[in-house]
């Protein structure tokens, strides 16, 4: 009873009555979506749902902005299927509860969802399936929330997935061409197919409001604060997300260039035409940004064949959610085989620290507070504040940076949130460690002015720019002139950068060295190559680097260190 | 990726029995009983009369949790856990559950090992969380060390420097101890600890013919006439690691004296403790001196500076091998660095701020002619200027690591193209390193 690619035939096989549900959960849209497609052909009724699970892994540290963002999308979506006759289903429960319920009292013979690669998705749609068969429910699932079905691009890297971006763009380049995007769901398409809209709707499935869900999530000791809070910078749903792509794509042939933009003050404020929100929920398919990138790149450059760099931004999650599909242990450092196990400090008060934006450096404080209060930030921002916490300065371990990324981004999902912590600690993926991004001058060369310091933290505006990035360096009267006293109106720095960074620094070397078994004095050569082609990392290949004078303490200092008492 | 485990280098070390013999022994011991053992139908016996050569050769194969659960199993076994050169290496993991995710070496074992072992041990480590809890262990259990007559001593912290913390009196005794009763020091790590000179006078009274190698970055109530006390008496000192407040010029004529062995490599961490910190000069000659004493030595050097902290480098040469930038570099200075730095095989830019170093990197490509690694973070340079670059250095380029921002796309060559350039002149496919975009 389940099918996976080919659609079903058109023609009824039998005089059966086929009533359908297809199951959104991320997906949230009526454009390319080929599971609602062939759930709709050839059934009779068709019934649309989103369960509010807050059980479901990780649903316990979503932050308001994410909650939010995802009542857009539904409210979204039930527009447009009200234009379609139909309307969204939202039920809360957990589904292994809701479906059969569901299949019993709505005679459901079809379930259709769209593929979700992650572990805990797979868990939970692997237990959906079972209780669909035992019920007698066919299941259609389709690929559409990747590019590729990662499942070929592995089997095309012997079973095992890429553990380098560069050995993953060589598999891409490979694999046969994306798929086209299916036909959107229109009146046409869905026709033949009804939804039995009852007088209650709205009461018993319509979409909650922030205050509703705040209400229910409260019964699960989830709770957040809706008081002051501003107009949403992002708003959610699949007409916003298809208004952007058009804007996004007008102004890369307007400037007619397809390379990576420079980096500049403006690059940090929320974008009109920013799309990784949508993508993330599925608001926007990511085959069709990927197909008109391609149209405009051929329009534009009259050239035929666009480089992958064009699809950087979707190439990455696509990388993300590769390696994280078979590995459950993916968003954590204990047991998890592709996780350098690096001593990371437990220091909860220090945490808060940065998770608050209480640092005292105003770079790194003004872009967690952009975080905190809009739920986006921009990419190297985020390098930022990540190398800050880990490797950088505070040593602090990348699962706590996720953690507190979870709750407040709401572009990212498990994989690519996990994957791009572990990349930007340098805890997987082959990564040089030595670039360390400067709390204080990394930000002074992206916004000279300091602009985006006074602008998410005003107590700072008093500042002139030559002091805004390090305010405690500025002279007693330039601090009294700002109406703001370093450890008292805004923290004193909480590290000092140079001793930390030189610490730092060296322990990453003492890590990479045991692993790599590197004796020599590089700094650079002490990363292991990954040489093969799909292992997990175990053949490491240190190379012999250009000679020079290693330890001379006995090798014999490493055997017989084995972990004690592990 | 895990961390490997202690396990190739083992075979390496075994004892004077090599495996083949040990076994030919097994054989010839149970040869005569093989057969009324065959008859009895068990074969326990024999396990428990493994000679000890073997089980030692075995025993060193596992990590030290599974040779505590051999030992176990009968009487001999555990004697063979017991056997001193199974205690010559040991590294205490000192850690607490509130500062760190790691487990910590048991304290019964580490009580075993100061009752039975401490005699035999040879190449200790303890490696030691933020905590001062452990950092404080660490030197208790240093104070108990009397009978051991150590080679090797590394006090290394994994995170922050919790030896720091510790009452300077505690950890001077404690690790006075070990000076007094080793006399045969080889190796020494006390990086990021409150040694002082007159610890340090106590182990050059005690180890001045056996010193190998020091490293003792980041100490700060080291004096340079401390270290110079080292240097002068320490004649077979090869390696040696410090802060630059430590460098002097006497150190470094010390260091190439008559007496003194080659050095092998010196490794100089320059820190600024507060902006606009002056830092004084090394004489040209000094260095001199160095390189003629021991020409293959490497120096390797790692700048955590402001940008205008800079004034007291780079003006003369340098015999620097190994070059790191924590931390913004001005164009200026990097553009001396490939005027006076000839000798130089390894260069990591952590910064450099928005102007390109086209210029510069030029320079170090014709004067750099050992260069055969170099890693460039937060800077700019025109593709056509990178090519070049690579171009002029060729095939001994074994380390390019460049991330992606820094190249700028110029008229001759765009991100796309840059990648098979530069492969081609490596000689192997090259791309530059990546940071995730979404």
């Known amino acids: 009873c389940f099918t996976s690619s080919p659609p079903p035939p058109p023609k009824k096989l039998c005089d059966m009555v086929v009533n359908t549900i297809h199951w959104f959960r991320k997906g949230l849209r009526l454009h390319d979506n080929p599971s609602l497609r062939d759930s709709i052909r050839g059934a009779d009724s068709l019934r649309c749902v989103y369960i509010l699970d807050p059980w479901f892994a990780g649903s316990s540290n979503v932050g308001i902005n994410r909650w939010r963002f995802l009542l857009h999308c539904l409210e979204d979506l039930d527009n447009s299927l009200r234009k379609l006759n139909s309307r969204l289903y939202v039920i809360r429960g957990q589904p292994t509860d809701v479906f059969p319920r569901l299949f019993k009292e709505w005679q459901i013979n079809r379930l259709s969802y769209e593929y979700d690669s992650e572990p805990f998705g797979k868990e939970r749609d692997a237990a959906i399936q079972k209780l669909a068969c035992e019920a007698g429910v066919e299941v259609m699932v389709q690929v559409s929330h990747t590019l590729y079905n990662l499942v070929k691009i592995i089997e095309l890297n012997d079973g095992h997935p890429p553990l380098t971006y560069k050995r993953f763009q060589a598999l891409i380049n490979r694999m046969d061409a994306v798929e086209l995007p299916a036909e959107t769901i229109t009146l046409e398409v869905i026709r033949n197919c009804a939804t039995p809209i009852s007088e209650d709707h709205d009461d018993k499935f319509g979409v909650p409001s922030l205050e509703e869900l705040g209400k229910f999530l409260f019964l699960f000791f989830i709770r957040f604060e809706t008081e002051g809070l501003t107009t949403a910078i992002w708003p959610g749903g699949e007409t916003e997300a298809l208004m952007r792509l058009e804007r996004h794509l007008e102004r890369k042939a307007w400037v007619a260039n397809f390379e990576r933009p420079r980096m500049n003050a403006n690059s940090l404020l929320a974008s009109p035409t920013g799309l990784s929100p949508y993508l993330r929920f599925g608001c926007l398919s990511c085959r069709l940004f ?203 720095p ?46 490491v290949d240190a190379g012999t680097r250009q000679g020079s004078a290693g330890s001379c303490e006995t090798p014999s200092i490493q055997e017989g260190m084995s972990s004690a008492g592990t | ?113 100061i009752k039975r072992h401490s005699n035999h041990l040879q190449y200790v480590s303890f490696k030691v969380d933020s905590s001062t809890e452990s950092a404080e262990a660490a030197c208790d259990i240093l104070s108990q060390l009397v009978n051991c007559s150590l080679k090797t001593l590394g006090l290394i912290s994994t995170a922050r420097p919790s030896f ?186 952590c910064a450099n701020g928005l102007r390109p170093l086209d210029e510069e990197l030029i320079r170090i490509a014709k004067h750099c002619t050992q260069l055969s690694a170099i890693g460039l973070g937060e800077c700019e340079v025109s593709c056509s200027a990178f090519v070049e670059f690579v171009k002029m250095c060729g095939r001994r380029l074994s380390q390019l690591s460049i991330m992606e921002e820094v190249l700028i796309p110029d008229h001759k060559y765009s991100l796309d193209e840059i990648h098979w350039e530069v492969s081609k002149h490596l000689g192997r496919v090259w791309f530059p390193d990546m940071m995730p975009t979404w």
């Open chain 2, 1 to 113: 990726m895990k961390r490997m485990k202690g396990g190739e280098e083992d075979s390496n070390s075994s004892p004077s029995n090599s495996p083949s013999e040990a076994c030919k022994k097994v054989r010839k011991q149970t040869g005569e009983e093989s057969e009324a053992v065959v008859a009895s139908g068990s074969l326990d016996s024999d396990w428990a009369r493994l000679p000890q050569e073997l089980l030692l050769h075995i025993f060193q194969y596992l990590p030290l949790l599974d040779r505590a659960y051999a030992s176990q199993v009968c009487r001999r076994w555990n004697q063979a856990f017991h056997m001193p050169e199974l205690w010559r290496c040991f590294e205490f993991e000192l850690n607490q559950p509130a500062s760190s995710y790691l487990k910590a070496t048991h304290p019964d074992l580490i009580k075993q090992i």
């Open chain 2, 164 to 349: 720091m913390e510790v009452p300077k009196s505690h950890f001077i005794s404690a690790l006075t101890v070990v000076f007094v009763n080793s006399k045969s020091l080889s190796s020494l790590k006390i990086d990021d600890t409150p040694v002082d000179d007159p610890s340090l006078k106590v182990l050059v009274a005690n180890n001045s013919d056996t010193l190998k190698l020091l490293k003792m970055s980041s100490c700060p109530h080291v004096s340079p006439a401390g270290i110079l006390c080292v240097a002068d008496q320490c004649h077979g000192l090869r390696e040696l690691a410090l802060n630059y407040h430590l460098l002097s010029d006497e150190l470094l004529l010390a260091l190439s004296s008559e007496k003194h062995v080659h050095l092998e490599h010196l490794r100089i961490d320059v820190v600024s403790e507060n902006p606009g910190q002056h830092f004084h000069t090394i004489k040209k000659s000094s260095w001199d001196a160095m390189v003629r004493h021991s020409p293959k030595f490497n120096l390797v050097m790692y700048f955590f500076l402001y940008e205008d902290e800079f004034g007291p480098f780079f003006n003369e040469e340098i015999p620097v091998t190994h070059l790191y930038f924590g931390r913004s570099v001005s164009k200026e200075v990097l553009g001396r660095v490939g005027l006076h730095c000839p000798r130089l095989v390894e260069l990591v830019v």
């Open chain 1, 290 to 492: 990927y197909f008109r990138l391609t149209d405009l790149y051929r329009k534009v450059k009259k050239n035929n064949s666009p480089p992958l760099s064009l699809y950087g931004q979707l190439l990455w999650r696509e990388f993300f959610y590769t390696t994280a599909t078979n590995n459950s242990c993916f968003d954590k450092m204990e047991g998890n085989p592709v996780c350098v196990q690096i001593p990371w400090d437990r220091n909860p008060e220090a945490l808060a620290k940065w998770a608050e934006g209480q640092t005292g450096f105003p770079w790194i404080d003004a872009i967690m507070t952009q975080l905190r209060q809009e739920g986006w930030i921009h990419h190297l921002a985020r390098h930022a504040v990540a190398c800050f916490l880990t490797r950088g300065d505070l040593w602090i371990s990348w699962e706590e940076g996720m953690k507190v990324f979870e709750e407040l981004l709401i572009d990212v999902d498990w994989s690519v949130n996990a994957g791009s912590w572990m990349w930007l600690s340098c805890s997987s993926f082959f990564q040089q460690f030595f670039h360390c991004y400067c709390p204080v001058g990394f930000g002074r060369r992206t916004d000279p002015n300091g602009d985006y310091i006074r602008r998410y933290l005003p107590i700072l505006r008093g500042f002139p720019a030559k002091y805004i990035y390090d305010p405690w360096n500025a002279p007693e009267e330039v601090q009294k002139a700002a109406k703001c006293i370093i450890g008292v109106h805004y923290p004193k």
């Open chain 1, 494 to 539: 909480m590290v000092n950068h140079a001793e930390a960074s030189r610490v730092n620094i060296e322990r990453m070397k003492q890590i990479y060295q045991q692993l790599s078994s590197y004796r020599g004095l590089g700094l650079l050569a002490t990363v292991p190559v990954h040489i093969n082609n799909g292992g997990n990392g175990k053949r």
